[in-house]
């Protein structure tokens, strides 16, 4: 079952790969002109959504190549980026009720998808918050790589 998974999820991948779903996405968010925190909310929304079809690691190389000269356009923190491109991709695997994560967690427990899904939600809103935090104290995510740069 997990196989079987985890070969859609790459199926997936290629298929909007090929299409171009991603870039087209990042593409018109770039289009729309909009200030550091509203980019970071609209990538915050569009990398759920594609969290919700995607695992992870796609969701990321799908669309770094496009994302992220918006984002140093913007003046955001690449470190910050990462870091925050890190949280909000691993909270849209288990963003209830098609979170891939979700799934594999389904298959492995063998519990009903609700149930799963209902038992992800504190970690899902543990998440959210801690982008919150993230976005409105950026030094809390660049403490660490502040002390290894000086």
Request: charged share 5%.
């Amino acid at each position: 079952m997990l196989g079987l998974i985890l070969v859609g999820a790459h199926f997936l991948t290629l298929a909007m790969g090929l299409i171009g779903i991603p870039n087209a996405l990042a593409e018109w968010i770039a289009s729309l002109g909009l200030s550091p925190i509203q980019l970071i909310m609209c990538l915050t929304v569009f990398f759920i959504a594609l969290g919700c079809f995607l695992d992870g690691i796609s969701v990321i190389v799908l669309t770094t190549s496009v994302v992220l000269p918006m984002v140093t356009q913007a003046g955001i923190d690449t470190i910050w980026f990462g870091i925050f491109l890190v949280l909000v991709v691993e909270m849209s695997q288990i963003t209830p009720p098609v979170g891939f994560n979700l799934f594999v967690i389904q298959s492995l427990t063998g519990k009903n998808i609700i149930y799963v899904a209902k038992a992800a939600l504190p970690f899902f809103f543990m998440i959210a918050v801690a982008i919150v935090l993230i976005t409105a104290y950026p030094s809390i995510a660049l403490y660490l790589p502040t002390l290894m740069t000086s």
